[in-house]
């Protein structure tokens, strides 16, 4: 017989059944399902389901290690679950139901060149389905895709199996409960955090406090324990006092150090869409810069942080702590008093100087019956130090730095160009964006030296709640010093009240007003800077002076949520300082509208008029020229209106529109070349508009020029003047 000419190089792989346990049941749903790492399915589950699985290149098909293509069984896990009716018709009435028990059952192939089965791995989700007890406030159970840490505690405390079992009646304060319940649900603070028949109770309810950013509080009088959450919700001048009259020992005071301090904290958590670690750092830059750049970091484990927003926001809580420098305190105080752990407390002590101070109660030894005195450790709080009062002592040369963040005053917000979107966006996410996407990004000047960044929050229209979507520095700005004129550039000007101008790099974008500059030189040292004019999708302008320039690269806080054509978008900058993050009350709303910033053509650059670039005067034929210019070319560089022919974008056309005296004289439209040379009708002051069109869209600029204009040349002597007759009317020079 001859050779084979399609020889076997392998084999696929598959199994009749294949029947997988994941967890207890039920479950509220399933909505991922990977194999070997790779996702084959994703939706929505919600009860007992059969699914066709046809992923046969998951693995790199036939060549490699094939895929899956079969029939899965979803076993949600109910109490009154069914055996699967396929394992029923092979073995009979003894298979069981898997009551309680989330499973799936398998048919089809599995692999090919190995027989060696890929882990699989199921997103479940479990938010009020299995409880052994009442579901306890189930509209607050689910905070996004985790769930609420209030609920966490609760069901540990009662659930008859895997928890202590206890009445909660008897073992909550309910009231207390249900309020840290909502405080955790505004605040988005859902935890997607394993729980196991292995875990000791206290031990778990200790890492959701620590999550959530409270304590377990017992309530002396009741025996009713309840969650207290660590927050800034009290008025300084209302807590109770401890000072000299109810305190009976200070047994220890340590103020914060900042040698040696923590200046940056890095968040561990547990990505839900990569089932892996991740980390998100948060630095405290003005400590970072007084320990002379040395970093000293600590690494905070979350394991119940589910996506990369929710670990900033706890890195930055944390930061924020670390960055207060709290005292330590331990005093003993009379066994009388009404103190729980969790609490606030207004401290005082003459000696050292300290007038209501608040204090939060870390932990309590109420020692022997018979010892009629409670022992403290606690904290000076980090949640209200700008409110902390100081006694005034001798007053000395050195001046208390105000570490309080205070409002953005120069702020503005912007809709992204595409230059903004090529310089952080793949093309190929790029090209998914529609014609009404669009984005917002923010400027801000630092208010005080204090200050060292700021958290950006928006929200769409005039109502609901705004919200936070990034965190950036502050960007390098100044004021003009003195009228910036319109002209090709480039343009050296001088900046009043400059900030950070030291950071400015050569080549980096500058705004003044709606223009995007190019900065071709700076002097850090006289805050002189050298910009080329009319970037990107801008052409030049005058500017007045005290007309704000921003410096804009690497310090914009972009908002990464995609809006559209039409949204107003507010935003409210809050400075974070040594001492916290601004109170949004006292923050400055400021506001932009979307107009398709991104998908418009480039306007025309290198405008001449008959020959000279922004002239004054302008005598007989009004010759009008410029250039192309193309922003899917141009991407994310900064090219000049002085710069040549760049493209055009397919199917650009230009209208060129001349007013004389403030009145539109004549208008010439669907333009393809580069020039045209309009008449018009009398001399006078003109002023002339060259616009892009391409697929139905403007340039979001207009090419302009202002000058006097004769139609015909004015007849000038020797001495430079204009000849005139006897009437005082100008003389022209005869054709």
């Known amino acids: 017989m001859g050779k084979n000419s399609n020889p076997v190089i392998g084999a696929w792989y598959g199994m009749k059944w294949l029947l997988m346990g994941i967890c207890y049941g039920p479950v509220d749903q399933i909505d991922r399902l990977t194999a070997g790492g790779r996702e084959f399915w994703r939706g929505s589950i919600t009860a007992n389901t059969d699914l066709a699985v046809n992923s046969p290149e998951l693995f790199g098909g036939k060549h490699k290690e094939g895929g899956l293509q079969g029939t899965l069984s979803v076993l949600m896990g109910a109490e009154d679950q069914a055996p699967p009716a396929a394992l029923v018709a092979v073995h009979g009435d003894l298979v069981p139901g898997y009551r309680g028990l989330v499973m799936l059952l398998y048919n089809g192939l599995l692999s090919a060149m190995s027989p060696y089965i890929k882990p699989w791995a199921v997103r479940a989700s479990r938010w009020t389905a299995g409880w052994r007890t009442p579901v306890w406030q189930p509209a607050l159970a689910k905070v996004g895709m985790g769930m609420n840490p209030a609920h966490f505690i609760y069901r540990a405390h009662t659930d008859p199996v895997t928890g202590l079992g206890l009445d909660p009646a008897d073992t909550f304060d309910l009231a207390r409960m249900q309020q840290a319940a909502q405080t955790l649900y505004d605040e988005g603070l859902g935890l997607c955090l394993r729980w196991s028949r292995k875990d000791v109770v206290g031990d778990f309810v200790q890492r ?26 009290y008025d300084i001048a209302t807590l109770d006092l401890l000072d000299e009259s109810n305190i009976l020992e200070l047994s220890s005071y340590e103020p914060g150090v900042l040698a040696g301090s923590v200046n940056q904290v890095i968040v561990k958590y547990r990505d839900i869409e990569t089932n892996k670690d991740a980390t998100v750092p948060a630095n405290i830059l003005a400590s970072i810069e007084a320990q002379g750049g040395r970093i000293i970091s600590q690494t905070n484990d979350y394991p119940g942080v589910w996506n990369k927003d929710l670990a900033g926001q706890l890195a930055e809580r944390d930061a924020r702590a670390y960055a207060a420098l709290p005292a330590k305190i331990k005093l003993s105080v009379r066994g009388d008093l009404d103190i729980r752990k969790g609490d606030v407390r207004a401290f005082s002590w003459a000696k050292l100087q300290i007038s209501r101070m608040p204090i939060r109660i870390l932990d309590i030894d109420r020692g022997t019956p018979t010892d009629n005195r409670i022992t403290l450790t606690c904290s000076q709080d980090v949640y209200a130090m700008p409110s902390s009062g100081w006694v005034s002592g001798q007053p000395g040369l050195w001046v208390k730095p105000d570490l309080t963040p205070q409002p953005v005053v120069a702020q503005r917000l912007v809709e992204a160009s595409y230059r903004d979107l090529a310089a952080i966006m793949r093309p190929a996410d790029r090209a998914q964006l529609t014609a009404d996407s669009g984005f917002v990004g923010a400027l801000a000047a630092r208010p005080t030296n204090a200050a060292y960044g700021y958290q950006l929050t928006t929200r769409i229209a005039t109502t609901g709640d705004f919200k936070p979507v990034a965190s950036a520095p502050f960007a390098p700005t100044g004021l003009l010093h003195a009228v910036m004129a319109q002209e090709a550039g480039p343009t050296l000007v001088t900046l009043d009240s400059a900030v950070d101008i030291d950071q400015v790099v050569v080549g980096s974008e500058a705004i003044v007003d709606g223009e995007v500059c190019r900065v071709v030189a700076v002097n850090a040292g006289t805050a002189a800077v050298t910009l080329a004019r009319g970037c990107v999708d801008s052409t030049p302008a005058t500017h007045a002076a005290g007309a704000r320039v921003w410096f804009t690269d690497g310090t914009t806080g972009a908002d990464p949520t995609e809006y559209i054509t039409g949204e107003a978008i507010q935003a409210k ?71 040549s022919n760049i493209g055009p974008e397919a199917g650009t056309t230009y209208t060129v529109a ?59 002597t020797e001495s430079g003047e204009l000849r005139t007759t006897e009437s005082g009317a100008q003389r022209i020079v005869e054709t």
């Not at 959701?208 to 017992?218: F, I, P, Q």
């Open 208 to 233: 959701v406090c620590n999550h959530a950013g409270g304590v377990m509080a017992t309530d002396f009088s009741t025996g009713l324990q309840y969650l207290k959450l660590l927050r800034g919700d």
């Open 573 to 643: 900058l809050l400075t974070v300082a040594g001492l916290g993050t601004l109170d949004p009350a006292a923050a400055i709303t400021t506001s932009v509208t979307l107009a398709q910033r991104q998908i418009r053509p480039y306007p025309p650059g290198n405008l001449l008029i008959a020959g000279a670039a922004y002239p004054a005067v302008v005598e007989g034929a009004l010759a009008l020229t410029w250039s192309h210019r193309d922003r899917t070319l141009q991407a994310d560089q900064l090219i000049d209106t002085a710069a």
């Open 658 to 716: 001349v007013y004389l005296n403030g009145v539109l004289d004549s208008t010439a439209s669907g333009i393809t070349a580069t020039t045209i040379t309009p008449a018009v009708s009398g001399d006078g002051t003109v002023q002339v508009q060259v616009t892009a069109q391409r697929d139905g869209y403007t340039s979001w600029q207009a090419l302009t020029a202002t000058f006097d204009y004769y139609r015909t040349a004015r007849r000038i």
